[in-house]
């Protein structure tokens, strides 16, 4: 990767590349605090290195984080979705969620992986405008700390979890790189990679010498429906996926949208149970949140079924948390902000998927594009 923007670097090698710039090598101790700990975008910030370093860096290298373009008023609990333009113009998205003080969830900031994602479940509206290309560390990194800046939180009550756009496992290499310059600020276990079940990645991340914690978007119950709503269970099936994760060996977060209908019944809910069983996971349910891009069969369920849902998960001994608060809900949407503001590109490549059996017994049917 041709770059010359510093937070594109491992952090291990920072001090190489600037050997021949810098010196005496103290200085480069203080450039890492300024880029990892306090995370600016230029080397004018660093004042205490002297001005003449600063410009001649300046000339060499690039600091430089995707500029923040528009963000939303903040939700009922405070969350705010950001929208980042990058160099070439692409556009994604990141979420600021405030301590959430009902749940004592902490602080969190979603950041996105790639500027559009190939794996095209047909929930997602990230998924329905298609492939983008694969975010460099710079431009993850740059998410959070603008982020973090613009709300001035103190840094060791973050979260940083990777379910913005994109599937970071198909971004292995710079994600790694991200993650390592963010564990400077932020602990590891503090971390979420959130996947579909890419299982290569899912292996390789276990090998990390400080891995972040993993969520799994399983979402079905069975390779079926899963094969439905998320086309790639057909390159990895769910029944290697279980037994990857069961490789992994480390505690897990198992992701569930719940479809209306679809996948919220309290027998789903048992089946669930069953295939998670032996696995150190926690289901993580989300209800599906609407949008005018995706099939309008897909429905967010009633309270009650999400409750009996729940119910049947807890009798089973899962251990289960729901997602209800409307920003963070907001967050699971990946990609929805930037719906909004985009012309679809695929709408005719998706109406022309073949449905699901189950929707064509669903009476909204009728009304699909
Ligand atoms: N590509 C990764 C991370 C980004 S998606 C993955 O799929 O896990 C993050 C989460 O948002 C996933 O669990 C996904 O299932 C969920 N999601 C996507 N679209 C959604 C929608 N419309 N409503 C609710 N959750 C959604
Ligand atoms: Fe990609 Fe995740 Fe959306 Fe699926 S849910 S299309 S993997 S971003």
């Known amino acids: 990767m041709a770059t010359n923007n510093l937070y594109d670097l491992p952090p291990a090698s920072l001090e190489s590349t600037l050997r021949d710039v810098v010196s005496p090598s103290f200085r480069i101790r203080q450039i890492e605090e300024w880029m990892y700990v306090r995370g600016v975008d230029s080397f004018e910030s660093m004042t205490n290195l002297p001005k003449e370093l600063r410009a001649s860096l300046a000339s060499q290298f690039s ?22 333009k990058l160099e ?12 959430h003080e009902r749940t004592s969830e902490r602080t969190s900031v979603c950041l996105s992986s790639q500027a559009g994602c190939a794996v095209g479940c047909t929930f997602c509206v990230t998924g329905f405008f298609g492939a983008g290309r694969n975010l460099t560390p710079s431009e993850m990194v740059g998410q959070f700390f603008t982020i973090r800046s613009e709300h001035r939180v103190a840094p060791d009550l973050m979260n940083v979890v990777f379910m913005g756009m994109g599937e970071p496992l198909l ?9 390592d310059i963010l564990s400077r600020t932020v602990a590891p276990k503090r971390m979420t990679v959130s996947t579909s079940g890419i ?34 269970t057909s390159k990895y099936p769910l029944g290697e996926l ?13 992701e569930y949208v719940l479809l209306a209908g679809y996948n919220d019944s309290p027998q789903d809910a048992a089946a ?68 909004k503001s985009e012309v679809p590109q695929r709408r005719v490549h998706r109406a022309a998927r073949v449905e699901p059996a189950r929707v064509e017994r669903d009476p909204l049917h009728r009304e699909r594009r």
């Open 63 to 84: 600091l430089a984080f995707p500029e923040p373009i528009e963000r939303t008023p903040p939700a009922n609990d405070g969350s705010s979705k950001y929208l980042f």
């Open 171 to 179: 971004n292995f290499d710079n994600l790694v790189i991200a993650l």
């Open 88 to 99: 070439d113009g692409s556009r994604i998205e990141s979420v600021y969620m405030p301590l």
């Open 199 to 232: 299982i290569p990645g899912i292996d390789a991340i276990a090998k990390l010498a400080h891995p972040p914690h993993l969520a799994v978007s399983i979402n079905a119950p069975d390779q079926k429906r899963r094969q439905e709503i998320m086309p790639i």
């Open 272 to 339: 669930l149970a069953k295939l998670l069983r032996g696995l150190k996971a926690k289901v993580n349910a989300i209800p599906f949140n609407a949008d005018p891009n995706l099939p309008p069969w897909m429905k967010r369920p009633a309270d009650g079924a999400i409750d009996r849902f729940v119910d049947t998960l807890v009798k089973n001994g899962v251990r289960v948390t729901v997602r209800r608060s409307k920003g963070r809900e907001i967050a699971a949407a990946c990609g929805q902000l930037r719906g």
């Open 242 to 254: 279980i037994a990857a994760l069961k490789r992994l060996d480390r505690e897990f977060t198992a």
